[in-house]
C-alpha cells in the first residue's frame, strides 16, 4: 500500500484538440448531463452523446419515455445476485465473469459507462444499501470490486467506482458529514477504493453525496484530486452521483469533471459565468471537458470495432441466466447443519413453506432495481426435482406483514407427517432500500412467529433465508436442523439455492460480513446514523470483526464462516518471507466423501504494535478444490505493503517492524495454525531527538543500550514502578531532573548518530 507518486495523468491528446475546438458554453455544457442519462451532444468537435446507466448486478437501462426519475422501466437484462451475495462466493474469478456478461450485455444496448461497482465498506448492519455492497472488509471489497470492473471493462465499456467516499449510510444522505480520523479513512474506507483504481483504472469514480468531513465529496479537492489523482495516479474521469453537486464551478475546481443528471443549462451557464468573473480557471474547465471527452472517444472506438459484430441479446441472456444460477449457488453459505442437509430424492415428504419460497426477494429496491429476463423460484426448482408427489407447499405468511393465523395453521398441517421441513424466510422490499436505513435487524414478526411454532413440534426444519443486510438470528438459529443463508439471488437464485439444498452443488460461500447477535453488539451502535446532519466514527478502526474478535464478543456467525457438505482438515502450515511477500502455505485435506472447495484465509496481527491495531485482519486468501479424501497445499501470498498502517505522523503508510502473527484459518475465528514471521520496517516515524521520550531512547536500536546502561548506574531499577514512569519524559527533561546523568550536546550528539544510522 505504499502511496503513488504519480502526478495527476493528463487526458489523450485526442481529447485534447476536440477540446480545442470548443468555446466555453459548449465545454461546460460537455462537463454537465444532457439529460438523466446522457452527456452532452456536440458531433461538430466529433463528440457525440454517450450512454451510461445502472448498475452494479444487471443492466438498468431505462425504456425511452419512463419516469423522470429513472427508476422503473427497465429494459430486460440479467438480473445477477447482488453484491451481498457475489461477495459471499470470495470468488474473484466468478464476479470477473459477472462483470464481463454486465458488460456484454451493455455493449448490446449501446451503453458506454455501467455505474458500478460500489465498494462502500458496510460500517453498519443498519445501512439500506447495504445489499449492493460487497463487505466490512476492504481487503475483501477490493479484490472483488476490481474483478468486476477488469470484467466489464475487458468488453470496451467503462465502470464507474462508487461512492467516493464514506458513503456508509442512508439517512440524510444528501446532506450528512461523515466525521472520519485520518487513520480510519486510508486504512478502512479509502483502501478498497485505491486497490481498484491502482490495479484497474476503471474509467470513471463517482462521486458519494455526502460530506467527508465537512467538506462535500462534490467540492471536496483533496478527495477528488490530491488522493485520487496525484496519490493513486488516477486516469479516468469524475462523475457526481446524480444530483451531488452543491457549487459547480466549485465542484470543478476540485476535480469533478462531469454532473449528472442534466440541469435543463442551469449549472452550464453558471460555468460559463465564473469563467468570465475569473473565480474559475478556464484551465479547470478544459481538464475537465478533457477528461469527459476521453471517455466518449473511447466509447466510439468500442462501438466502431464491435458495429459489425452485434451480439444476439436473446442467446446472451439464456448463457447469462445460468451463469446468473451458478453466482446464487456460489454465493449461498452454509451457516449450519445437523446433517438433515442435503435433501435427496425419494427421502420422504419435504413441506416447503413460506412465500419467498415460490414469490423471491431476489434483489435491492432503489436505484438498482433490474427489470429481469426470466425468474426462478425454489420452489418450482424444488418441485421439478422431488417429484409434485413429495412436495407439499403452505406460503405460511404475508410478505405485507400482516398476520393470517389461517396461513400458519396451513402451514403447521404442511409439515404434520413431512420428513423436513424446509421454511424460507427472509427481508421483505419495505424492510431494506436504498433512501433509507432499517432501524432494526429483525425478520418480520409474522415469520419468526411462524418459525417457534414449526420448532416447536419438528426435529428437523431448515430455515432459508433471503435478505440483503444480516438479521438476527440468535434467538432461533441454534434449534433448527440447518440455516441455509440465501442473500439476495438474483434473476436465478430459485434454482441456485435448490442446486445446493438437494446436494447437486457443495456450498462454498462464505460470510463477508459478521452476524451479530444482537443490534446493541454493533461496533457503531452509539453512533449511527448521527444527529445534526453529522454522524461520528467513533468506532475508528474497529469495522465489524475487527470490533468483535477485539472486545472477544459472542457473535452469532463469524466473519468468513461457512460450511460444506464434507470437511477440511489444514497441516503442515508454513510461512516465511520471500522477497516482498510472507508466502503462507498449508496443507488442505478434504476429510470426506463428496468433492469441496475450501476458501484458506490468512488474517495478519502484531502483538505488542506501537499502534492500535485489529488482533487480526484479512491479508489474503485463496480457493482450492478438493476432491473427496485428496489433499491440496494451498499457497497465500501476502505483500509486505498489507501490513502497512497509515501513519497520521509521517501522513504515509508505514511498515512497522516486528514478528507478525499469522493466523490461517476458515474464518476470523476458527484458526487452525498461528505462524510468526519477523519482518523489518521502515525505521522510526518520528526521527529520535532529545523530545523523544526515555522509552523511545530505549527503543532505540543505536543508542537504546547506552541509555538503560545509563539508567542503571544512575541508580534507576528496570523494574522499577520509578522506572515505568521515568520512560514517559523527554529526554531534554532528564537533563534537569537528573543532573549528572547526562549532558544537553552529549544527547543532542547521540541522537544526530541515531538519526544518521536510519536515514
Not at 740 to 746: H, I, M, Q, R
Amino acid at each position: 500500500m505504499t502511496p503513488s507518486t504519480a502526478s495527476a495523468p493528463v487526458p489523450s491528446r485526442r481529447a485534447a484538440d476536440a477540446v480545442a475546438r470548443l468555446d466555453t458554453a459548449q465545454k461546460a455544457a460537455l462537463t454537465t448531463g444532457a439529460s438523466f442519462w446522457h452527456t452532452a451532444d456536440l458531433p461538430a468537435a466529433g463528440l457525440p452523446s454517450v450512454m451510461v446507466t445502472d448498475g452494479p448486478h444487471g443492466l438498468r437501462k431505462q425504456v425511452e419515455g419512463g419516469d423522470h426519475l429513472g427508476l422503473l422501466d427497465g429494459v430486460a437484462a440479467t438480473c445477477f445476485p447482488p453484491a451481498v451475495t457475489l461477495a459471499s462466493t470470495w470468488d474473484a474469478a466468478l464476479v470477473q465473469r459477472v462483470g464481463d456478461a454486465i458488460g456484454a450485455e451493455a455493449l448490446a444496448e449501446q451503453v458506454a459507462v455501467v455505474l458500478g461497482p460500489g465498494v462502500n465498506i458496510k460500517r453498519s448492519v443498519r445501512c439500506g444499501r447495504n445489499f449492493e455492497y460487497f463487505s466490512e472488509d476492504p481487503f475483501l471489497a477490493g479484490r472483488l470490486g476490481a474483478a468486476w470492473v477488469r470484467g466489464v471493462q475487458a468488453r470496451g465499456v467503462g465502470a464507474s467506482l462508487k461512492h467516493f467516499a464514506a458513503n456508509n449510510q442512508e439517512t440524510d444522505r444528501l446532506r450528512i458529514s461523515a466525521e472520519v480520523d485520518e487513520r480510519t479513512l486510508h486504512e478502512i474506507y479509502l483502501r478498497a477504493f485505491r486497490h481498484v483504481v491502482t490495479t484497474e483504472q476503471p474509467w470513471t469514480v463517482m462521486c458519494a453525496y455526502n460530506a467527508l468531513n465537512g467538506v462535500f465529496a462534490a467540492e471536496n479537492r483533496w478527495l477528488l484530486t490530491e488522493v485520487l489523482r496525484e496519490e493513486w495516479g488516477f486516469e479516468g474521469l469524475v462523475v457526481s452521483d446524480w444530483g451531488a453537486v452543491h457549487d459547480r464551478a466549485a465542484a470543478l475546481a476540485a476535480g469533478l469533471d462531469l454532473e449528472m443528471p442534466g440541469t435543463g443549462g442551469r449549472t452550464a451557464a453558471e460555468v460559463v459565468a465564473a469563467v468570465a468573473a475569473g473565480s474559475l480557471a478556464e484551465g479547470d474547465l478544459d481538464l475537465a471537458a478533457q477528461r469527459v471527452a476521453d471517455v466518449v472517444l473511447r466509447a466510439g472506438d468500442t462501438a466502431r470495432a464491435t458495429a459489425a459484430a452485434r451480439p444476439d441479446l436473446d442467446a446472451l441472456h439464456e448463457t447469462h441466466h445460468e451463469l446468473a444460477r451458478e453466482a446464487a449457488a456460489a454465493g449461498v453459505v452454509l451457516l449450519t447443519n445437523d446433517g438433515v442437509l442435503p435433501l435427496t430424492a425419494g427421502q420422504g415428504r419435504v413441506a416447503v413453506v413460506g412465500e419467498l419460497a415460490r414469490t423471491p426477494r431476489y434483489q435491492g429496491a432503489g436505484s438498482s432495481q433490474i427489470t429481469p429476463t426470466r425468474l426462478d423460484d425454489a420452489l418450482s426448482a424444488l418441485t421439478g426435482r422431488l417429484g409434485a408427489d413429495a412436495v407439499r407447499f403452505a406460503p405460511g405468511y404475508r410478505l405485507d406483514g400482516d398476520a393470517d393465523d389461517a396461513l400458519g395453521d396451513d402451514a403447521l398441517a404442511a409439515a404434520e407427517g413431512a420428513d423436513v421441513v424446509v421454511v424460507f424466510c427472509g427481508l421483505p422490499p419495505q424492510d431494506e432500500s436504498e433512501g433509507y436505513d432499517r432501524e432494526h435487524i429483525e425478520l418480520p414478526d409474522v415469520q419468526t412467529a411462524l418459525l417457534e411454532r414449526l420448532l416447536a413440534v419438528h426435529d428437523r426444519v431448515v430455515v432459508v433465508l433471503s435478505h440483503g443486510s444480516v438479521v438476527r438470528v440468535s434467538g432461533w438459529a441454534g434449534r433448527a436442523a440447518a440455516v441455509v443463508e440465501g442473500w439476495l439471488g438474483g434473476q436465478g437464485g430459485g434454482e441456485g439455492t435448490a442446486r445446493v439444498l438437494l446436494g447437486e452443488v457443495n456450498p462454498s460461500g462464505r460470510l463477508a460480513e459478521t452476524v451479530p447477535v444482537r443490534l446493541e453488539d454493533t461496533p457503531d451502535y452509539l453512533d449511527f446514523p448521527g444527529e445534526q446532519r453529522t454522524v461520528r466514527y467513533g468506532e475508528g478502526l474497529f469495522v465489524g470483526y475487527r470490533w468483535y474478535d477485539g472486545r472477544d464478543l459472542p457473535v452469532a456467525f463469524p466473519f468468513g464462516h461457512g460450511l460444506s457438505y464434507t470437511t477440511f482438515g489444514y497441516a503442515d502450515a508454513t510461512a516465511r518471507l520471500v522477497g516482498d511477500v510472507v508466502r503462507v502455505e498449508v496443507d488442505v485435506t478434504n476429510e470426506g466423501d463428496r468433492d469441496g472447495r475450501e476458501t484458506v484465509q490468512v488474517y495478519a496481527g502484531l502483538p505488542g504494535s506501537s499502534v492500535r491495531r485489529p488482533v487480526r485482519e484479512l491479508c489474503g486468501f485463496a480457493q482450492v478444490d478438493v476432491p473427496a479424501g485428496a489433499t491440496v497445499r494451498a499457497r497465500v501470498d501476502v505483500p509486505l505493503d498489507e501490513l502497512r498502517y497509515w501513519s497520521v505522523g509521517a501522513r504515509g503508510w508505514r511498515l512497522e517492524g516486528g514478528t507478525y502473527r499469522f493466523a490461517v484459518g476458515a474464518s476470523s475465528r476458527d484458526v487452525r495454525a498461528a505462524l510468526d514471521v519477523s519482518v523489518a520496517g521502515d525505521g522510526p516515524v518520528f526521527p529520535l531527538t532529545v523530545d523523544s521520550t526515555v522509552g523511545e531512547w530505549l527503543a532505540d536500536p543505536v543508542v537504546g543500550t547506552m541509555t538503560r546502561e545509563r539508567a542503571v548506574a544512575f541508580g534507576l531499577d528496570p523494574e522499577s514502578p520509578a522506572f515505568e514512569m521515568a520512560k514517559q519524559m523527554p529526554m531534554r527533561g532528564v537533563v534537569g531532573f537528573a543532573p549528572g546523568l547526562v549532558d544537553l550536546a552529549e544527547l543532542e550528539e547521540a541522537a544526530a548518530a541515531a538519526r544518521a544510522a536510519t536515514a
